[in-house]
């Protein structure tokens, strides 16, 4: 069945270093792929998505690309702000059933 | 995209009660898609909701303790019956637009439930 493997959390940066977060996904076809993330109280927001192979999805600095031959899609960002610290889910939509990875927190201090 | 409303957004409950959640879809959708969100995890997967049928539960859910009405195109509601401090988690809506071609997941905000 599919499945989405995100990197371990928490992640812990300063402001504005570089911050990438692993997914990798196992799917049949071709999913749609997706980055939400949940603020801390808050339900969970679509920060980007990308439908096919090569799209890069990007949202408030934020980025993925659709990478087919490696079955992946990391999140990165250039400069990472206070107010990025969230936890954020890679998704999936390739049957009908939507399957999320675990989640990542990320912790971004001062 | 779809606005999806939740309510009630939070509430605390006693032991051995059912809460009823409804999902408010502002336009019609054919699958709708029930998760819970324990504290510190992912989400799982309770149900798919089709209109005119019986909810599809996934391993680890009954029926009988989340009970799924979807009367309409545009609406849906998720019971948790006979509550126990374990139900204590985040209740999601969720709709699949793949239908419109849009292919987006939408989420509603999330009832957050605390059992007593």
């Known amino acids: 069945g599919d499945s989405v493997t995100q990197m371990e959390g928490p992640v812990t940066l300063s402001e504005e270093a570089c911050l990438t977060i692993?997914?990798?996904?196992?799917?049949?076809?071709?999913?749609?792929l997706f980055w939400y993330v949940q603020y801390p109280g808050e339900g969970l927001q679509l920060l980007l998505k990308?439908?096919?192979?090569?799209d890069k999805g990007s949202n408030k600095g934020f980025e993925a690309t659709y990478r087919k031959e490696t079955t992946s899609f990391h999140l990165e960002k250039g400069s990472v702000q206070v107010s990025d610290s969230a936890v954020y889910f890679c998704?999936?939509?390739?049957?009908?059933?939507?399957?999320f990875g675990r989640g990542t927190s990320l912790i971004v201090h001062p | 995209s779809a606005v999806i409303s939740q309510k009630p957004s939070r509430d605390i409950c006693q032991r051995g009660t059912s809460l009823t959640i409804q999902c408010q879809v502002d336009?019609?959708?054919?699958?709708m898609f029930w998760y819970r969100q324990q504290p510190g995890q992912s989400l799982t997967l309770i149900a798919t909701?089709?209109?005119?049928?019986?909810?599809?539960?996934e391993s680890g859910f009954v029926i009988d303790k989340f009970p799924i009405s979807r009367p309409n195109l545009t609406f849906s509601t998720l019971t948790v019956s006979n509550m126990s401090p374990e139900d204590s988690s985040i209740y999601l809506c969720?709709?699949?637009?793949?239908?419109?071609?849009?292919?987006?997941?939408?989420f509603g905000a999330g009832s957050r439930l605390t059992v007593l």
């Open positions: 969720s709709v699949d637009l793949s239908g419109s071609g849009a292919n987006v997941l939408t």
């Open positions: 990308a439908t096919k192979a090569d």
């Open positions: 336009s019609q959708v054919t699958m």
């Open positions: 998704a999936l939509l390739g049957s009908y059933i939507p399957t």
């Open positions: 692993n997914c990798t996904y196992t799917a049949t076809g071709y999913p749609s």
């Open positions: 909701a089709n209109q005119g049928s019986e909810a599809t539960y």
